[in-house]
């Protein structure tokens, strides 16, 4: 789990035009994959993730996020910005994704 952490540490620090943050957790809506122009929107489990090498910036998919939960990334509330790493971690896979949430959950208030 070290690993992670630094993964989740150094992953915070980069930039994406849109990040999926915690109101996504456990929804099932997907509507914002259905109106992705290049299908950049992965279902990971528990929430969607945006992969960061596939995301275009259009913003189709903000408008019809139910429980708002994408915002650009210079709008990101600061208790969200774990969701950066989080939704990067997507480039090493499924997986990934879920060890920096279970990281980030273990380590919120909310948890």
């Known amino acids: 789990m070290r690993a992670t952490a630094v ?14 943050g ?15 122009p290049v299908d ?9 993730v945006i ?4 995301c275009i910036d259009c913003g189709a998919c903000v408008p019809v996020c139910p429980v708002e939960a994408i915002v650009p990334d210079t709008e990101l509330p600061p208790a969200w910005a774990p969701f ?11 997986e990934a994704v879920n ?7 273990a380590h919120s208030d909310t948890a």
């Open 7 to 20: 993964r989740l540490a150094w992953l915070s620090g980069l930039a994406m035009p849109y990040v999926i």
């Open 22 to 36: 915690d109101p996504c957790i456990g929804t099932t809506d997907q509507s914002c994959i259905d109106v992705c």
């Open 40 to 48: 950049c929107i992965v279902p990971v489990g528990r929430m969607l």
């Open 51 to 54: 992969h960061p090498d596939d």
């Open 84 to 94: 950066v790493a989080i939704n990067a971690a997507v480039v090493d896979g499924i």
């Open 99 to 105: 060890e920096c949430l279970d990281l980030h959950l």
